[in-house]
């Protein structure tokens, strides 16, 4: 287990390090990290919105990059897995998000 943010490329770079130490490649990334502030659009500040790029952008290229750079050396392939929030097809009613909203 590795301790950190993803949105962090350090972090990134040691869940791929220990991944390639612990099973010698990488042959799959379930990148699954991801947050959401429940308030609406209008009162998001520039600090939640710093944190959505982070953890749901950055983080996602971080890990996948690495994992992708990793799967050519291996010349194996592998597979990225990319699960988003269902919030989309399902959502919940008086929970405002507003990546959805508006």
């Known amino acids: 287990m590795i301790d950190g943010d993803i949105g962090q490329f350090e972090t990134a770079q040691k869940v791929a390090e220990l991944a390639i130490k612990t099973f010698c490649s990488i042959d799959a990334v379930v990148a699954n990290a991801g947050i959401y502030t429940v308030k609406s659009f209008i009162d998001y500040t520039a600090e939640d919105f710093r944190a959505l790029v982070s953890t749901n ?22 597979s990225i897995v990319s699960i988003t929030s269902s919030m989309v097809e399902n959502p919940i009613a008086g929970v405002p998000i507003p990546s959805y909203d508006y």
Do not use: D, P, R
């Open 57 to 78: 952008l950055e983080g996602f290229i971080y890990i996948t990059q690495l994992a992708v750079k990793q799967m050519l050396a291996q010349k194996s392939g592998g």
